[in-house]
């Protein structure tokens, strides 16, 4: 048992070593054709990581041929499986632009779009990916109208949608959270405006209502009234889209407070009229 352990060792190492030797013969040979070759075997074997030197060296060997066209998208695409996503998405743009006839354009321009999706960050980081793949997804689709891959093409802008909605909501909620409730104001309307149809429009509605109530409160004298009259209003708005949501209870409570802080105010200035 031993010795067929031993054996089998032996035959692995030298495997490794002659496959290394190999691929050194290879990356040194001034045969642009047996590189082609062996090229197109390391990448079809999945040795992608082999393969891309080759890839690197032969592109300016083989341009405007062919060939050239089928090692430039299959570099592309080593970039991708070697999960190099900038880098596989500025090729695949870059070919789909120079080879605009060429029968893996239209594949090469998804895949750009693509790699800037699997590229895109979660919601509270930086969303230049995000912005950049959904781009590219509207230029796919415009371009390739009926192309087998809209319908994916729209399932990932839904998504990518979807993120930048979440990530306006977060941005909005933490003014509130920081108390800066003026800011919070008018961003939390900003995302009502920008994505009217979003499932979190009944808690931006009541951090709307509570960020009137505590900028009224917190106001100077001149401006009590009017913003408690407006925290009101934002009652009622409340009210008119979400009378039996979830938290109609909170925003009742809410309302309660601001109508009695306002008559507390009131009372404590009165008007000219009122003396």
Not at 82 to 97: C, E, I, N, P, Q
Not at 158 to 165: A, F, I, M, P, T
Not at 200 to 210: D, R
Request: contains cysteine.
């Amino acid at each position: 048992m031993k010795s067929f352990r031993f054996g089998w060792l032996m035959l692995l190492v030298i495997t490794i070593l002659f496959s290394c030797s190999e691929y050194q013969k290879v990356l040194k040979s001034p045969n642009p054709e047996l590189k082609y070759t062996k090229v197109m075997e390391y990448y079809e074997d999945g040795e992608y990581l082999k393969a891309m030197p080759l890839f690197e060296e032969l592109i300016p060997l083989y341009r405007g041929t062919d060939k050239g066209q089928k090692i430039f998208y299959y570099y592309a695409y080593c970039n991708y499986y070697l999960d190099y996503l900038v880098s596989a998405a500025y090729h695949f743009k870059t070919y789909a632009g120079t080879y605009p006839n060429s029968k893996y354009a239209e594949d090469a321009l998804f895949m750009s779009a693509y790699c800037n999706y699997l590229d895109s960050p979660g919601p509270t980081l930086d969303q230049l990916p995000t912005k950049t793949a959904l781009q590219e997804l509207e230029v796919f689709v415009n371009t390739y109208p009926k192309s087998p891959l809209v319908d994916s093409a729209n399932t990932l802008v839904d998504q990518l949608q979807y993120k930048l909605e979440v990530k306006s909501f977060l941005n909005a909620k933490q003014y509130y959270t920081i108390m800066k409730y003026k800011a919070a104001i008018v961003a939390l309307n900003n995302t009502l405006t920008d994505y009217p149809s979003t499932e979190f429009a009944e808690e931006i509605k009541l951090l709307i209502l509570k960020s009137y109530y505590y900028l009224a409160i917190n106001s100077i004298t001149e401006k009590k009234k009017q913003r408690f009259d407006e925290g009101i209003e934002s009652y009622y708005d409340f009210i008119d889209n979400f009378a039996d949501g979830k938290r109609t209870n909170e925003a009742q409570v809410v309302y309660a407070k601001l109508v009695r802080e306002r008559e507390k105010f009131l009372l404590e200035n009165p008007t000219e009229d009122e003396l």
